[in-house]
Protein backbone atom coordinates (compact mmCIF):
# COMPACT_ATOMS: atom_id res chain seq x y z
CA UNK A 1 0.00 0.00 0.00
CA UNK A 2 3.30 2.49 0.64
CA UNK A 3 3.79 2.33 -3.16
CA UNK A 4 0.38 3.37 -4.02
CA UNK A 5 1.40 6.86 -3.16
CA UNK A 6 -1.55 9.47 -2.95
CA UNK A 7 -2.63 11.18 -6.21
CA UNK A 8 -3.85 14.41 -4.62
CA UNK A 9 -0.60 14.61 -3.03
CA UNK A 10 1.92 17.31 -5.10
CA UNK A 11 4.62 17.36 -2.93
CA UNK A 12 7.08 14.67 -4.43
CA UNK A 13 8.60 12.84 -1.31
CA UNK A 14 9.02 9.48 0.06
CA UNK A 15 6.39 9.59 2.46
CA UNK A 16 4.07 12.80 2.09
CA UNK A 17 2.47 13.84 5.42
CA UNK A 18 -1.19 12.79 4.19
CA UNK A 19 -0.15 10.02 2.21
CA UNK A 20 -3.05 7.36 1.51
CA UNK A 21 -1.69 5.51 4.17
CA UNK A 22 -1.48 8.18 6.55
CA UNK A 23 -4.86 9.43 5.30
CA UNK A 24 -6.32 6.00 6.17
CA UNK A 25 -4.99 6.47 9.82
CA UNK A 26 -7.69 9.19 10.38
CA UNK A 27 -10.30 8.05 8.17
CA UNK A 28 -10.46 4.49 9.86
CA UNK A 29 -11.50 5.08 12.74
CA UNK A 30 -14.47 7.19 11.40
CA UNK A 31 -16.19 4.67 9.48
CA UNK A 32 -14.95 0.68 9.18
CA UNK A 33 -12.72 0.73 13.03
CA UNK A 34 -14.84 3.00 14.53
CA UNK A 35 -13.70 2.61 18.26
CA UNK A 36 -17.00 3.39 19.39
CA UNK A 37 -19.64 1.57 17.12
CA UNK A 38 -16.73 -1.45 16.08
CA UNK A 39 -14.41 -1.78 18.55
CA UNK A 40 -17.17 -1.15 21.64
CA UNK A 41 -14.38 0.62 23.33
CA UNK A 42 -15.45 3.78 26.08
CA UNK A 43 -18.61 3.06 26.20
CA UNK A 44 -18.24 3.94 30.14
CA UNK A 45 -18.33 7.69 29.16
CA UNK A 46 -20.19 7.28 25.74
CA UNK A 47 -23.25 6.56 28.36
CA UNK A 48 -22.27 8.92 31.08
CA UNK A 49 -22.21 12.18 29.13
CA UNK A 50 -24.26 11.79 26.38
CA UNK A 51 -27.79 13.20 28.04
CA UNK A 52 -26.90 16.76 26.43
CA UNK A 53 -24.77 17.64 23.64
CA UNK A 54 -22.39 21.15 24.77
CA UNK A 55 -20.61 18.59 27.43
CA UNK A 56 -20.33 16.03 25.05
CA UNK A 57 -18.78 18.17 22.70
CA UNK A 58 -16.25 19.59 25.50
CA UNK A 59 -15.88 16.32 26.36
CA UNK A 60 -14.97 15.04 22.73
CA UNK A 61 -12.49 18.40 22.07
CA UNK A 62 -10.75 17.41 25.43
CA UNK A 63 -10.51 13.37 24.18
CA UNK A 64 -9.29 14.55 21.08
CA UNK A 65 -6.63 17.11 22.46
CA UNK A 66 -5.44 14.09 25.20
CA UNK A 67 -5.05 11.46 22.84
CA UNK A 68 -2.83 14.03 20.31
CA UNK A 69 -1.21 15.44 23.02
CA UNK A 70 -0.53 11.86 24.68
CA UNK A 71 0.07 9.57 21.45
CA UNK A 72 2.89 12.14 20.17
CA UNK A 73 4.92 12.62 23.89
CA UNK A 74 4.74 8.49 23.58
CA UNK A 75 5.48 7.84 20.06
CA UNK A 76 8.59 10.34 21.21
CA UNK A 77 9.92 8.49 23.98
CA UNK A 78 9.06 4.49 23.02
CA UNK A 79 12.34 3.70 22.70
CA UNK A 80 13.08 4.87 26.11
CA UNK A 81 10.41 3.73 27.33
CA UNK A 82 11.67 0.00 29.99
CA UNK A 83 8.97 -2.42 28.85
CA UNK A 84 8.32 -3.60 32.33
CA UNK A 85 6.44 -0.87 33.27
CA UNK A 86 5.39 0.49 29.68
CA UNK A 87 1.48 0.58 30.79
CA UNK A 88 2.20 2.72 34.22
CA UNK A 89 4.47 5.24 31.84
CA UNK A 90 1.56 5.70 29.81
CA UNK A 91 -0.70 6.33 32.29
CA UNK A 92 1.67 8.63 33.63
CA UNK A 93 1.60 10.90 30.22
CA UNK A 94 -2.07 10.27 29.70
CA UNK A 95 -2.92 11.63 33.33
CA UNK A 96 -0.61 14.47 32.81
CA UNK A 97 -2.31 15.58 30.20
CA UNK A 98 -6.17 14.63 31.40
CA UNK A 99 -5.36 17.25 34.57
CA UNK A 100 -3.45 20.11 32.46
CA UNK A 101 -7.19 19.81 30.29
CA UNK A 102 -9.27 20.04 33.55
CA UNK A 103 -7.09 23.05 34.93
CA UNK A 104 -7.84 24.80 31.35
CA UNK A 105 -11.28 24.18 31.58
CA UNK A 106 -11.61 25.35 35.31
CA UNK A 107 -9.62 28.85 34.44
CA UNK A 108 -11.06 29.35 30.89
CA UNK A 109 -14.54 27.42 30.48
CA UNK A 110 -15.19 27.67 34.26
CA UNK A 111 -19.28 26.38 33.54
CA UNK A 112 -18.86 23.96 31.30
CA UNK A 113 -15.84 22.29 33.79
CA UNK A 114 -18.69 22.56 36.19
CA UNK A 115 -20.82 20.96 33.98
CA UNK A 116 -18.81 17.86 32.84
CA UNK A 117 -17.26 17.50 36.56
CA UNK A 118 -15.49 14.04 37.02
CA UNK A 119 -15.71 12.92 33.75
CA UNK A 120 -12.77 14.84 32.88
CA UNK A 121 -10.91 13.02 35.33
CA UNK A 122 -12.06 9.75 34.01
CA UNK A 123 -10.71 10.38 30.42
CA UNK A 124 -7.64 8.66 31.72
CA UNK A 125 -9.90 5.52 32.01
CA UNK A 126 -11.12 5.92 28.81
CA UNK A 127 -10.19 2.46 26.96
CA UNK A 128 -9.66 3.81 23.43
CA UNK A 129 -6.44 6.34 24.72
CA UNK A 130 -4.60 3.63 26.58
CA UNK A 131 -5.49 1.32 23.96
CA UNK A 132 -3.81 3.53 20.80
CA UNK A 133 -0.99 4.24 23.07
CA UNK A 134 -0.49 0.64 23.77
CA UNK A 135 -1.25 -0.58 19.78
CA UNK A 136 0.00 2.28 17.73
CA UNK A 137 2.02 4.96 19.41
CA UNK A 138 4.07 2.74 21.06
CA UNK A 139 5.70 1.37 17.79
CA UNK A 140 5.25 4.39 15.14
CA UNK A 141 6.73 7.49 14.92
CA UNK A 142 4.81 10.64 16.18
CA UNK A 143 3.57 11.61 13.23
CA UNK A 144 1.53 9.27 12.17
CA UNK A 145 0.69 8.87 15.82
CA UNK A 146 -0.83 11.93 16.21
CA UNK A 147 -2.76 11.36 12.93
CA UNK A 148 -3.71 7.75 14.30
CA UNK A 149 -4.88 9.42 17.76
CA UNK A 150 -6.54 12.16 15.83
CA UNK A 151 -8.56 9.82 13.98
CA UNK A 152 -9.94 7.61 16.88
CA UNK A 153 -10.62 11.03 19.12
CA UNK A 154 -12.35 11.69 16.41
CA UNK A 155 -14.25 8.69 15.76
CA UNK A 156 -15.26 8.68 19.70
CA UNK A 157 -16.29 12.41 19.29
CA UNK A 158 -18.65 12.14 16.44
CA UNK A 159 -20.30 9.17 18.05
CA UNK A 160 -21.21 10.58 21.33
CA UNK A 161 -22.39 13.88 19.31
CA UNK A 162 -24.62 11.93 17.23
CA UNK A 163 -26.00 9.81 20.98
CA UNK A 164 -26.04 13.49 22.44
CA UNK A 165 -28.04 14.68 19.83
CA UNK A 166 -30.55 11.66 19.84
CA UNK A 167 -31.03 11.98 23.88
CA UNK A 168 -30.93 15.66 24.46
CA UNK A 169 -33.90 15.73 21.64
CA UNK A 170 -35.94 12.79 22.67
CA UNK A 171 -35.04 13.39 26.61
CA UNK A 172 -35.46 17.05 26.67
CA UNK A 173 -36.44 18.63 23.72
CA UNK A 174 -33.76 20.25 23.25
CA UNK A 175 -30.00 20.93 21.24
CA UNK A 176 -27.63 22.54 22.75
CA UNK A 177 -29.97 23.60 25.28
CA UNK A 178 -32.42 25.31 22.62
CA UNK A 179 -36.18 23.93 23.28
CA UNK A 180 -36.15 22.87 19.67
CA UNK A 181 -39.94 21.18 19.97
CA UNK A 182 -41.18 24.45 21.57
CA UNK A 183 -39.75 26.78 19.11
CA UNK A 184 -41.50 25.00 16.55
CA UNK A 185 -44.73 25.05 18.53
CA UNK A 186 -45.01 21.52 19.50
CA UNK A 187 -45.60 20.57 22.90
CA UNK A 188 -42.89 17.80 23.71
CA UNK A 189 -43.23 16.02 27.19
CA UNK A 190 -39.36 14.90 27.56
CA UNK A 191 -38.90 10.59 27.74
CA UNK A 192 -36.62 10.76 30.96
CA UNK A 193 -35.59 7.16 29.78
CA UNK A 194 -33.29 9.25 27.39
CA UNK A 195 -31.43 11.03 29.94
CA UNK A 196 -30.68 7.58 31.77
CA UNK A 197 -27.67 5.92 31.18
CA UNK A 198 -30.33 3.70 30.15
CA UNK A 199 -31.42 5.59 27.15
CA UNK A 200 -27.80 5.99 26.23
CA UNK A 201 -27.51 1.90 25.98
CA UNK A 202 -30.26 1.78 23.67
CA UNK A 203 -28.93 4.37 21.01
CA UNK A 204 -25.90 3.05 20.90
CA UNK A 205 -27.11 -0.03 20.53
CA UNK A 206 -29.03 1.14 17.61
CA UNK A 207 -25.64 3.13 16.17
CA UNK A 208 -23.93 -0.32 16.33
CA UNK A 209 -26.28 -2.26 14.48
CA UNK A 210 -26.41 0.50 11.48
CA UNK A 211 -22.92 0.82 11.40
CA UNK A 212 -21.97 -3.10 11.39
CA UNK A 213 -24.84 -3.72 8.94
CA UNK A 214 -23.84 -0.64 6.71
CA UNK A 215 -20.37 -2.00 6.79
CA UNK A 216 -21.20 -5.86 6.98
CA UNK A 217 -18.50 -5.96 9.99
CA UNK A 218 -19.14 -9.31 11.61
CA UNK A 219 -17.60 -10.22 15.37
CA UNK A 220 -15.04 -13.18 14.49
CA UNK A 221 -15.90 -16.07 16.28
CA UNK B 1 22.62 1.55 31.07
CA UNK B 2 21.03 -1.85 30.02
CA UNK B 3 16.97 -0.64 29.27
CA UNK B 4 15.75 -4.11 31.39
CA UNK B 5 18.36 -3.08 34.41
CA UNK B 6 16.48 -2.30 37.93
CA UNK B 7 18.47 1.19 38.20
CA UNK B 8 17.35 2.00 34.52
CA UNK B 9 13.42 0.94 35.49
CA UNK B 10 14.10 3.33 38.73
CA UNK B 11 15.53 6.18 37.29
CA UNK B 12 13.41 6.21 34.62
CA UNK B 13 10.14 6.26 36.96
CA UNK B 14 12.17 9.10 39.37
CA UNK B 15 12.56 11.59 36.65
CA UNK B 16 9.18 10.74 34.98
CA UNK B 17 7.32 11.54 38.30
CA UNK B 18 9.40 14.66 38.28
CA UNK B 19 8.62 16.11 34.84
CA UNK B 20 4.97 14.75 35.06
CA UNK B 21 5.19 16.30 38.37
CA UNK B 22 6.37 20.07 37.71
CA UNK B 23 4.22 20.08 34.79
CA UNK B 24 1.15 19.62 36.88
CA UNK B 25 2.54 22.39 39.18
CA UNK B 26 3.05 24.65 36.99
CA UNK B 27 -0.01 24.54 34.77
CA UNK B 28 -2.06 24.41 38.80
CA UNK B 29 -0.15 27.76 39.77
CA UNK B 30 -0.17 29.74 36.69
CA UNK B 31 -4.03 29.28 36.71
CA UNK B 32 -4.28 29.84 39.72
CA UNK B 33 -4.84 33.56 40.14
CA UNK B 34 -7.66 32.41 36.85
CA UNK B 35 -9.30 29.84 38.55
CA UNK B 36 -10.03 31.79 41.81
CA UNK B 37 -11.43 34.33 39.69
CA UNK B 38 -13.80 32.11 38.69
CA UNK B 39 -14.81 30.83 41.86
CA UNK B 40 -15.49 33.94 43.32
CA UNK B 41 -17.54 35.55 40.39
CA UNK B 42 -19.73 32.32 40.49
CA UNK B 43 -20.40 33.03 44.02
CA UNK B 44 -21.54 36.31 43.40
CA UNK B 45 -23.18 35.05 40.31
CA UNK B 46 -25.51 32.91 42.60
CA UNK B 47 -25.82 35.82 45.67
CA UNK B 48 -27.38 37.50 42.77
CA UNK B 49 -29.30 35.31 41.49
CA UNK B 50 -31.32 34.21 44.64
CA UNK B 51 -32.99 37.13 44.28
CA UNK B 52 -33.06 38.53 41.08
CA UNK B 53 -33.10 37.44 37.12
CA UNK B 54 -29.30 38.01 35.92
CA UNK B 55 -29.58 36.81 32.36
CA UNK B 56 -28.48 38.93 29.93
CA UNK B 57 -26.21 40.67 32.31
CA UNK B 58 -22.27 40.61 30.93
CA UNK B 59 -19.36 39.91 32.96
CA UNK B 60 -18.67 43.78 34.18
CA UNK B 61 -22.55 44.72 34.24
CA UNK B 62 -23.03 41.75 37.04
CA UNK B 63 -19.76 43.07 38.93
CA UNK B 64 -21.52 46.61 39.79
CA UNK B 65 -24.91 45.20 40.18
CA UNK B 66 -23.35 43.02 43.18
CA UNK B 67 -21.60 46.02 44.49
CA UNK B 68 -24.71 48.17 44.19
CA UNK B 69 -27.10 45.52 45.80
CA UNK B 70 -25.06 43.43 48.71
CA UNK B 71 -25.26 46.29 51.62
CA UNK B 72 -23.03 44.62 53.97
CA UNK B 73 -21.70 40.84 54.58
CA UNK B 74 -20.64 39.36 58.07
CA UNK B 75 -19.83 36.42 59.90
CA UNK B 76 -21.59 35.11 62.84
CA UNK B 77 -20.94 31.60 64.91
CA UNK B 78 -23.25 29.00 66.16
CA UNK B 79 -24.60 31.73 68.93
CA UNK B 80 -25.87 33.86 66.79
CA UNK B 81 -22.74 36.41 67.38
CA UNK B 82 -20.73 38.44 64.98
CA UNK B 83 -17.56 36.80 64.47
CA UNK B 84 -14.55 39.46 64.12
CA UNK B 85 -12.32 38.08 61.28
CA UNK B 86 -11.97 38.56 57.34
CA UNK B 87 -14.63 37.54 55.28
CA UNK B 88 -13.07 36.20 52.44
CA UNK B 89 -11.24 33.94 54.63
CA UNK B 90 -13.80 31.90 55.42
CA UNK B 91 -14.57 28.66 52.89
CA UNK B 92 -18.09 27.20 52.90
CA UNK B 93 -16.69 24.18 52.71
CA UNK B 94 -14.25 24.09 55.07
CA UNK B 95 -16.70 25.15 57.91
CA UNK B 96 -18.85 22.17 56.86
CA UNK B 97 -16.46 19.68 58.21
CA UNK B 98 -16.54 21.12 61.75
CA UNK B 99 -19.17 20.28 63.93
CA UNK B 100 -22.09 22.79 63.52
CA UNK B 101 -21.74 24.14 66.82
CA UNK B 102 -17.95 25.39 65.86
CA UNK B 103 -18.88 26.34 62.24
CA UNK B 104 -18.46 30.11 61.00
CA UNK B 105 -21.47 30.95 59.09
CA UNK B 106 -21.04 34.56 56.51
CA UNK B 107 -24.66 35.87 55.84
CA UNK B 108 -25.02 38.87 52.92
CA UNK B 109 -27.58 41.64 53.35
CA UNK B 110 -29.35 42.49 49.86
CA UNK B 111 -30.97 45.23 49.23
CA UNK B 112 -33.84 45.79 46.44
CA UNK B 113 -32.03 46.93 43.22
CA UNK B 114 -35.09 49.19 43.21
CA UNK B 115 -34.17 50.81 46.26
CA UNK B 116 -30.10 50.81 46.99
CA UNK B 117 -29.01 51.19 50.51
CA UNK B 118 -32.10 49.27 52.32
CA UNK B 119 -31.88 45.77 53.17
CA UNK B 120 -34.67 43.74 52.00
CA UNK B 121 -33.14 40.37 52.01
CA UNK B 122 -30.64 38.07 53.54
CA UNK B 123 -28.89 35.41 51.85
CA UNK B 124 -27.39 32.56 53.69
CA UNK B 125 -24.60 29.81 52.21
CA UNK B 126 -24.85 25.95 52.82
CA UNK B 127 -23.49 23.11 52.05
CA UNK B 128 -24.11 19.37 52.47
CA UNK B 129 -23.94 16.26 50.15
CA UNK B 130 -25.92 14.81 47.95
CA UNK B 131 -26.16 11.01 46.39
CA UNK B 132 -22.73 10.99 45.07
CA UNK B 133 -20.63 13.94 46.06
CA UNK B 134 -21.13 17.62 47.50
CA UNK B 135 -23.90 20.01 46.99
CA UNK B 136 -24.02 23.56 47.85
CA UNK B 137 -26.47 26.67 47.54
CA UNK B 138 -27.52 29.70 48.34
CA UNK B 139 -30.80 30.44 49.96
CA UNK B 140 -32.36 34.31 50.15
CA UNK B 141 -35.01 34.67 53.06
CA UNK B 142 -36.86 38.16 53.09
CA UNK B 143 -36.57 40.47 55.39
CA UNK B 144 -39.01 39.01 57.60
CA UNK B 145 -37.13 35.69 57.71
CA UNK B 146 -39.98 34.12 56.96
CA UNK B 147 -40.40 33.83 53.25
CA UNK B 148 -38.12 32.36 50.60
CA UNK B 149 -37.28 35.15 47.82
CA UNK B 150 -35.48 32.23 46.05
CA UNK B 151 -32.57 29.42 45.98
CA UNK B 152 -29.76 28.53 44.06
CA UNK B 153 -28.25 24.97 44.09
CA UNK B 154 -24.96 23.74 42.98
CA UNK B 155 -23.38 20.09 42.97
CA UNK B 156 -20.12 18.47 42.14
CA UNK B 157 -21.02 14.78 40.96
CA UNK B 158 -24.96 14.42 40.52
CA UNK B 159 -26.46 12.43 38.10
CA UNK B 160 -27.04 14.53 35.10
CA UNK B 161 -30.74 14.74 34.49
CA UNK B 162 -31.45 13.25 37.55
CA UNK B 163 -30.22 14.80 40.97
CA UNK B 164 -28.08 17.10 39.01
CA UNK B 165 -31.38 18.89 38.23
CA UNK B 166 -31.17 20.85 41.73
CA UNK B 167 -29.05 22.88 39.63
CA UNK B 168 -31.49 23.57 37.29
CA UNK B 169 -33.97 26.65 37.92
CA UNK B 170 -36.98 24.61 37.34
CA UNK B 171 -36.40 23.17 40.62
CA UNK B 172 -35.32 26.37 42.21
CA UNK B 173 -37.82 28.29 41.38
CA UNK B 174 -40.17 25.36 43.14
CA UNK B 175 -38.93 27.39 46.55
CA UNK B 176 -39.73 30.49 45.89
CA UNK B 177 -42.20 32.24 48.26
CA UNK B 178 -41.47 28.76 51.03
CA UNK B 179 -41.47 29.24 54.68
CA UNK B 180 -38.97 28.82 56.73
CA UNK B 181 -41.04 29.01 59.76
CA UNK B 182 -44.69 27.94 60.73
CA UNK B 183 -45.28 30.65 63.34
CA UNK B 184 -42.82 30.85 65.88
CA UNK B 185 -41.59 27.61 64.78
CA UNK B 186 -38.92 26.41 62.93
CA UNK B 187 -40.31 24.53 60.06
CA UNK B 188 -38.06 24.57 57.46
CA UNK B 189 -39.30 23.88 53.52
CA UNK B 190 -38.81 20.11 52.84
CA UNK B 191 -38.82 18.74 49.10
CA UNK B 192 -41.11 15.56 48.91
CA UNK B 193 -40.66 12.35 47.62
CA UNK B 194 -42.12 11.67 44.12
CA UNK B 195 -42.62 14.12 41.02
CA UNK B 196 -46.19 16.16 39.78
CA UNK B 197 -47.54 16.59 42.76
CA UNK B 198 -49.12 20.17 43.60
CA UNK B 199 -48.15 21.28 46.76
CA UNK B 200 -48.63 24.95 45.59
CA UNK B 201 -51.42 25.01 49.30
CA UNK B 202 -48.95 23.62 51.70
CA UNK B 203 -46.08 26.35 52.11
CA UNK B 204 -43.53 23.89 53.81
CA UNK B 205 -43.19 20.94 51.03
CA UNK B 206 -42.20 21.33 47.85
CA UNK B 207 -42.99 18.97 44.68
CA UNK B 208 -39.70 16.29 44.54
CA UNK B 209 -37.26 15.41 41.65
CA UNK B 210 -38.33 11.78 39.98
CA UNK B 211 -35.39 9.75 40.20
CA UNK B 212 -33.09 11.39 42.61
CA UNK B 213 -34.46 10.94 46.04
CA UNK B 214 -31.54 10.59 47.74
CA UNK B 215 -30.55 14.09 46.60
CA UNK B 216 -33.31 15.77 47.37
CA UNK B 217 -32.70 13.95 51.15
CA UNK B 218 -29.37 15.74 50.99
CA UNK B 219 -30.77 18.97 50.21
CA UNK B 220 -33.59 18.51 52.78
CA UNK B 221 -30.93 17.91 55.39
CA UNK B 222 -28.88 20.73 54.68
CA UNK B 223 -31.52 23.25 54.51
CA UNK B 224 -32.55 22.22 58.05
CA UNK B 225 -29.22 21.87 59.11
CA UNK B 226 -28.45 25.45 58.18
CA UNK B 227 -31.40 26.95 59.14
CA UNK B 228 -30.97 25.32 62.88
CA UNK B 229 -27.52 27.03 62.63
CA UNK B 230 -28.57 30.24 61.76
CA UNK B 231 -31.55 30.14 64.28
CA UNK B 232 -30.14 31.85 66.83
CA UNK B 233 -28.73 34.35 64.43
CA UNK B 234 -32.17 35.27 62.97
CA UNK B 235 -33.76 35.20 66.76
CA UNK B 236 -31.41 37.80 67.43
CA UNK B 237 -32.96 39.81 64.62
CA UNK B 238 -36.32 38.77 65.21
CA UNK B 239 -36.03 40.11 69.15
CA UNK B 240 -35.59 36.60 70.33
CA UNK B 241 -39.41 35.36 69.56
CA UNK B 242 -38.60 32.42 67.70
CA UNK B 243 -37.30 28.95 68.34
CA UNK B 244 -36.78 25.53 67.33
CA UNK B 245 -40.11 23.94 68.60
Redesign the interface.
Known amino acids: MAENTATISEVKEKEPLLSKKNRKLVTDPLDGNNPITVQVLGICSAL ?2 T ?2 MK ?1 ALVMGIAVIFVMCCSSVVTSLIRH ?6 RI ?2 QL ?2 V ?2 FV ?2 VN ?2 L ?3 V ?1 DVA ?1 NL ?2 FIGLIITNCIVMGRLEAFAMGNKPWPSFLDAFGNALGYAVIILIVAFFRELL ?2 GSIFGIKVFEAIGFAYQGN ?1 LM ?2 PAGASIVLGLLIWLQRSLNGYVEEA | MA ?2 SNS ?2 LI ?2 IV ?2 IV ?1 GS ?2 AI ?2 EG ?1 KP ?2 EA ?2 AF ?1 TKRNILSTVMDISGYSIRDLEALYQKTVVSTYLVNSKGEKVDKPFEQVKIDDEYRKSVEERILPVYELADPKKPGKTAYYVFPMWGFGLW ?1 SIWGWVALEADFINIKGVVF ?1 H ?2 ET ?3 GARIAEKDIQTRFTGKKIFDKEQLAVVQMQKGEGNDYTADAHKVDGM ?2 ATITGQGLNKMLSEYFEAYLPFINGQKGGKVSLK
Open positions: AIAQPTIPGSIVVAVATIIEILAFYKGAGAGLL | KKYVYTLTCLLTSLYKNIDDAKGPGLSG
